[in-house]
C-alpha cells in the first residue's frame, strides 16, 4: 500500500505504480546471500530467495561477508576514495589480476590495457570511443599513405611511367588518347573518391537481441526498439545482425565496405590498387546474449565473426558486462566460445554486490594511449572499488578456481531442474537456455489464453509471472528485459539445492497455471 502522498513521490513513480500493478514494489530492508528480506504488516522479516542476482551483479551473493569485511577495514583505515589524478597502484593491481585471468583463458601473453569507469553502458561507451580514436587515426595514416604514393606516382609519370589501363577502369574515368592530362583526370578522380570514402561514418555492428545500454551512444547498439528508437537522432546507428546468420553478416559487410584507391608504381608502371578503409568502428556483441532472452552464441558463429571481422580489419567488442566475471562457469563467457576479443568490457559482479565499477580492456596492439587524455569520469578507478574488485578476482580464483567450478556445478543442477520442469510441461513452457548460473526459461505466449487476464498481460507475461513467483513462492525473478516471455534466473554461488526445489515448485504451479488458463490464480485477485 503507498502511503506517501502523491505531491511527495518524485523518484520515478510512474515505475513504481507499474511495479505495483504487478506485485513488485517491494521494499526490501536487509539482504544476505542468495535471500533478501522484506518486512510484512506485522513487522516480521520475510524471506525471498533472489533469482534475479543484482540482474547478474551478484556472482558471490548479497553482502558477502568477506567483502564486506574487507569494505569496512578500508572505511575505517580513512582510504582515500577519491584522488583523481595521482597515483592509483591498487587499479593497477585489478588490472594485472584481471590480465592473469585472461591470459591463461585466452592461451595468449598479449596485455590488455584497463580504463576503468562506472557503469557496463559507461564501459561500453569507453570500448566504442576507443575505437573511434583508433579508426580515425588509422584512417588519417591511410590518407597520408594515399597522399605519400599519389605524389610519387606523380612523380614516376612526369618521369615518363606509364599508366596501367585497368587504374582508368578502377577510378572510373575514361582512357586518354594522351597520357599526361589523362594522369591529370585519374589523380582527380582518385582523390575525389577517396575522400568520400575516408569521410563515411563509422559503421557499427552488432547483434539482433543484443544489449549493451542505455546511454546516448550504447544505446544505438541496443536492439530493443522501444529502448532504442525514440533516441535514434542522438548517436551514430548501428546495423544490427540476425545471430547465427553468416549469409546475412557477408551482405551487411558487402553492403557497408568502404575501400580506397591506391596508386603504386611497380616495374615502372602506375597500377591503381584498391584497398579497404577503416570504415567499421566496431562488431559488439555479447557471448551470452543477457536482455535479449539469454541466448548463448555458437562457436560457429563466433567463429565466423572473428573471420570476418578480421578480414575487414573491423575491432571485435565482447561485451562481457553481464556474462563475465565467471557467471557462465569461465570467468569470460566467449573464452568458451573460442571468441578473442579486442575489447573486453566487465562490470557488475566485478564490484562484488557493493561497488559500483567497470573496465574496458583493450588489446595491447591496438591500445592507444592518447585514449588515457580524452577520456575519464570523476568516479572511475577509485579506490574503494578497486580494492572491492581485487577481493573478488581473489575469491573466484582462490583454490585452483574453485569458484569456477562451484558455478559450473550449481548451474548444471539448476538448468536439470528447469529442464525437468520444461519436459513436463511442454504446453506453458518453450525452451530453456543459458550456461552456468546465467539461465532462462521461456514461456509459449499466452495471447491464445482461455483467460481475459492471462491474455491480457500477454504483452509483460514475464512480469506477471514474477509477480506471482514474489507473492506465492517469496522467488525474485525477473523476465530478461528484451524477451518479456523468458524469465532469467542468475543466482549467486551460493545457490542451495532446497532454493532450486522452492524454484522448482514455483515455476510447477505457474506451468500448472497456463495450463488451466488461471487468471485469477496467477494475478491473486
Ligand atoms: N551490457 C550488457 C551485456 C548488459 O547486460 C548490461 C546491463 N544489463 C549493460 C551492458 C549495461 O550495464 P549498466 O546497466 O551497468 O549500464
New binding site residues.
Given amino acids: 500500500m503507498e502511503t506517501v502522498p502523491a505531491d511527495q513521490r518524485l523518484a520515478e513513480p510512474y515505475l513504481l505504480d507499474w511495479l505495483s500493478s504487478v506485485g513488485l514494489d517491494v521494499h526490501y530492508v536487509r539482504a544476505e546471500g542468495n535471500t533478501l528480506y522484506y518486512r510484512d504488516a506485522n513487522g516480521e522479516e520475510i524471506p525471498v530467495v533472489d533469482f534475479a542476482g543484482g ?2 551483479s551478484l556472482i558471490l551473493g548479497h553482502n558477502h561477508p568477506r567483502i564486506t569485511a574487507h569494505a569496512q577495514r578500508l572505511l575505517a583505515a580513512g582510504t582515500p576514495v577519491h584522488a583523481q589524478f595521482s597515483r592509483h597502484p591498487y587499479a593497477n593491481d585489478v588490472a594485472l589480476a584481471l590480465n592473469r585471468i585472461i591470459r591463461r583463458e585466452l592461451g595468449t601473453d598479449e596485455s590488455y590495457a584497463a580504463i576503468f569507469a ?7 561507451e569507453a570500448a566504442v570511443k576507443h575505437a573511434e580514436l583508433d579508426r580515425g587515426m588509422r584512417l588519417r595514416d591511410l590518407a597520408g599513405e594515399l597522399a605519400d604514393h599519389l605524389a610519387a606516382a606523380r612523380l614516376a609519370v612526369l618521369g615518363g611511367a606509364t599508366v596501367a589501363p585497368e587504374a582508368y577502369a578502377l577510378a572510373g574515368v575514361e582512357r586518354p588518347a594522351g597520357p599526361e592530362d589523362g594522369f591529370g583526370a585519374l589523380t582527380a578522380a582518385v582523390e575525389r573518391h577517396n575522400a568520400r570514402q575516408l569521410d563515411r561514418p563509422p559503421v557499427f555492428l552488432t547483434l539482433e537481441g ?6 546516448v551512444g ?1 544505446v544505438q547498439l ?1 536492439h530493443n526498439e522501444g529502448y532504442r528508437a525514440p533516441f535514434a537522432a542522438l548517436a551514430a546507428p548501428a546495423r544490427f545482425v540476425p545471430a547465427g546468420s553468416p549469409e546475412a553478416l557477408k551482405a551487411v559487410v558487402e553492403a557497408e565496405r568502404a575501400t580506397v584507391l591506391d596508386l603504386v608504381v611497380r616495374d615502372g608502371q602506375v597500377h591503381a590498387v584498391e584497398r579497404n578503409s577503416p570504415v567499421f568502428c566496431a562488431f559488439v556483441l ?1 557471448p551470452v ?3 535479449g532472452g539469454i541466448h548463448v552464441l555458437t562457436k560457429e558463429f563466433a567463429r565466423e565473426i572473428q573471420r570476418i571481422c578480421a578480414e575487414i580489419e573491423c575491432p571485435v567488442v565482447v ?5 563475465g566475471m565467471g557467471r557462465t562457469g569461465d570467468f569470460l563467457a566467449s573464452s568458451a566460445l573460442g571468441l578473442r576479443g579486442d575489447y573486453y ?1 566487465l ?2 559482479s566485478l564490484g562484488g554486490g557493493i561497488a ?1 565499477t ?1 573496465v574496458m580492456l583493450t588489446r595491447g596492439s591496438l591500445y592507444r594511449p592518447e585514449f588515457e587524455l580524452v577520456h575519464s569520469s570523476t568516479f572511475a578507478k577509485d579506490a574503494f572499488s578497486c580494492y572491492v574488485a581485487q577481493e573478488v578476482l581473489e575469491i573466484l580464483e582462490a583454490d585452483g578456481g574453485a569458484a569456477y567450478r562451484t558455478i559450473r556445478e550449481r548451474g548444471e543442477k539448476l538448468e536439470g531442474m528447469l529442464r525437468a520442469v520444461a519436459a513436463d510441461h511442454p504446453d506453458a513452457v518453450k525452451d530453456v537456455r543459458g550456461r552456468g548460473l546465467m539461465l532462462g526459461l521461456e514461456f509459449h505466449d499466452q495471447a491464445g489464453s482461455a483467460s481475459a487476464a492471462i491474455r491480457e498481460s500477454a504483452g509483460l507475461l514475464g512480469y506477471t509471472a514474477a509477480g506471482y513467483l514474489l507473492r506465492e513462492h517469496r522467488i525474485r525473478t525477473f523476465p530478461t ?1 528484451s524477451a518479456v516471455n523468458t524469465l532469467r534466473f542468475e543466482p549467486s554461488l551460493l545457490l542451495t539445492d532446497a532454493e532450486i526445489r522452492q524454484l522448482e515448485e514455483g515455476l510447477r504451479a505457474l506451468c500448472v497455471i497456463f495450463r488451466e488458463a488461471d487468471g485469477a490464480r496467477l494475478t491473486g485477485t
Avoid: C, P, R
Fill in positions: 540482474y547478474g562506472n557503469t557496463g553502458a559507461e564501459a561500453v543484443g544489449f549493451h545500454g542505455k546511454l550504447s541496443t555479447e546474449q543477457g536482455e561485451d562481457e558486462v553481464q556474462s568490457t562490470a557488475k559500483k567497470s528485459a
